[in-house]
């Protein structure tokens, strides 16, 4: 039971262009010639179409082509080819195509909006009662006065010893961390110190249907900015300035890249992420943080799931080897890749039934039986990707937060502050929006939801929940807005950050490769260095005021676990070496 497409969820009852031809900035191809067969005309879609494993994608591209496609990229790194067609048989007659592994649908392409509310895929907790803190003001749990004037706010910081670490290692600009994200404001105060504009991109092209009107005449969106603010969130936990406003990241001081893969909506296609991961490699980064789960399946069975029907079973398939191509891909330039473990609370040892698959296009959802040997959570249950699960400020278990009974998989590394409403059960506390993390937002955003007024000052309904901080940058003034999220989307970014550090920390300068460290090796002392956490006592938590479908029993030792994997992230431990 998966409701969100990205990882952050409600505090009440959620249950859940180096190597590319074109890139989602580029122009179409020109039209195919005239003459092509369509069988059936409808709405302009796109498509991605896999060639089979060796095949060249710029072959398979011009056969595409000269069928009536239109060529938006093309990807050699891992055999992709994104395109449009008004065909409605296109993936059918693709997928019989010789040298073809797959095709999948990803969305109409100028479709009108709907009447209807936009999907509200960044659920922002609200408690039922008042919290403790103001809007712009007020103690959050935190205790070290910290750099930035919010910094009291980020207790997640204190739990991993963010202080001590900064003071052996803050970041190296030279490391650069890729948010595949709905995008980054390059524009937020605490964001555009670190902000690398010559490297991000955007490689999505909004969807009417999901996204309401484009905010653009091209309907993709300059690689500076979001209109989702998931994005925005995750960024600032990993590498917010510490320049005087608002919060302190993770690592202040390494460089933010905005490697686009998300729609407005939240919803993640397997074009823009493959395209997102591969660029990441070329591009040289260092770290990646994929807080998110690729639509339209919330898992991917191989062969299918029984209820599925062969067509989606094709398109699972296909999706499964485009998104393993371009994980290893990326795993082979050294990029870190650091995914969020999900808030279904499910034991992913025994996932059960999937009721909301596929979420696109509407309507076709339906049961599906889930075995966990052959079914998979992408990206997280990828190849080389560290599963990173959420606690709150007790150190529980996130209430949300995914898990496993099977100490044999690997499906969780590690764990981080991702926040948690119901944390502190019995105190004042409880509910409290001081319980969740803590970052910087869109103004755009904020506005939107109605947690601030047109003249920027927050509203009834921001109050506790949203802050506003301003200062003087170069003389000029500026403000910044941050807002209470909780999910494992807010946990992975501490653990990206935390990675961002060991490289800053440990590595090293390799002739035209420039500087970095091999994954591996981040890996390594990322889960090394994590502080031991034992299951609770006893090991079968129950949390109040939730159904039992929320009940988690932790399995493993002090070493690792269920719960926690490795255990909680430790920065001051990460950089302790002088070298390795």
Not at 468 to 474: E, F, M, P, S, T
Request: hydrophobic share 35%; with cysteine.
């Amino acid at each position: 039971m998966r409701h969100q497409r990205m990882a952050a969820v409600l505090g009440a009852l959620a249950l859940g262009a180096t190597g590319l031809t074109a890139t989602a900035t580029a122009t179409a191809a020109p039209t195919a010639e005239a003459g092509s067969t369509v069988s059936a005309t409808g709405a302009e879609t796109s498509y991605v179409v896999l060639a089979d494993r060796g095949g060249s994608a710029t072959a398979l591209a011009k056969r595409l082509e000269a069928k009536g496609a239109k060529v938006v990229s093309v990807n050699d790194k891992v055999g992709m080819v994104t395109v449009t067609s008004t065909d409605t048989a296109f993936a059918t007659k693709t997928r019989a195509m010789k040298g073809v592994f797959g095709a999948a649908e990803e969305g109409i392409v100028g479709r009108s909006p709907q009447e209807r509310a936009k999907k509200q895929q960044l659920e922002r907790p609200r408690a039922q009662g008042k919290g403790k803190a103001a809007a712009g003001q007020g103690k959050g749990k935190s205790k070290s006065k910290g750099a930035d004037p919010l910094d009291d706010k980020l207790w997640g910081l204190d739990m991993m010893n963010a202080s001590a670490a900064h003071k052996v290692e803050s970041g190296d600009k030279r490391v650069k961390v890729g948010v595949i994200d709905t995008g980054v404001d390059a524009s937020h105060p605490d964001i555009a110190p670190n902000f690398d504009h010559k490297l991000s991109r955007n490689f999505t092209t909004d969807i009417p249907d999901i996204d309401g009107p484009c905010e653009v005449e091209s309907c993709v969106d300059p690689a500076d900015v979001d209109n989702g603010g998931h994005g925005t969130h995750v960024a600032g936990t990993i590498a917010a300035a510490r320049n005087g406003i608002g919060v302190s990241g993770v690592a202040p001081d390494v460089s933010i890249v905005n490697v686009r893969a998300g729609q407005d909506a939240g919803y993640f296609f397997v074009g823009p992420t493959v395209n997102a991961l591969t660029y990441s490699a070329d591009a040289g980064l260092d770290v990646v943080n994929m807080s998110f789960y690729v639509d339209p399946w919330a898992y991917y069975c191989e062969g299918g799931a029984p209820e599925d029907s062969p067509e989606e079973a094709a398109e699972q398939d296909m999706i499964i080897e485009s998104m393993s191509r371009a994980l290893n891909y990326a795993h082979s330039k050294d990029v870190t890749m650091v995914g969020a473990l999900g808030n279904a609370a499910t034991d992913l040892a025994n996932p059960g039934t999937d009721s909301e698959s596929p979420n696109y296009p509407e309507g076709n959802a339906h049961d599906r039986t889930i075995d966990n040997s052959s079914c998979k959570d992408l990206p997280v249950e990828g190849p080389h990707v560290i599963g990173v699960s959420a606690v709150g400020p007790t150190e529980r278990k996130s209430y949300f937060s995914n898990y496993t009974t099977d100490l044999t998989s690997d499906e969780i590394e590690i764990s981080a502050p991702g926040g948690d409403s119901r944390d502190n059960y019995g105190t004042p506390d409880y509910r409290s929006p001081s319980n969740l993390i803590l970052s910087s937002v869109p103004e755009n955003v904020v506005k939107a939801e109605g947690s601030v007024d047109e003249d920027g000052n927050i509203t009834e309904a921001g109050e506790g929940y949203v802050f506003k901080d301003c200062g003087r940058v170069k003389g000029k003034e500026q403000c910044g807005y941050y807002e209470y999220y909780q999910g494992t989307s807010m946990a992975s970014p501490h653990a990206a950050g935390v990675a961002s550090l060991i490289v800053s920390r440990y590595g090293k300068t390799a002739g035209r490769a420039g500087f970095g460290l091999a994954s591996e090796t981040t890996r390594e002392v990322l889960l090394g260095t994590a502080r031991n956490k034992a299951c609770p006592e006893p090991r079968t938590v129950v949390y109040p005021e939730l159904p039992a479908a929320y009940t988690a029993t932790c399995v493993g030792d002090e070493d690792f676990n269920g719960f926690y994997g490795e255990g909680i992230i430790d920065a001051q431990a990460a950089v302790a070496k002088k070298k390795l």
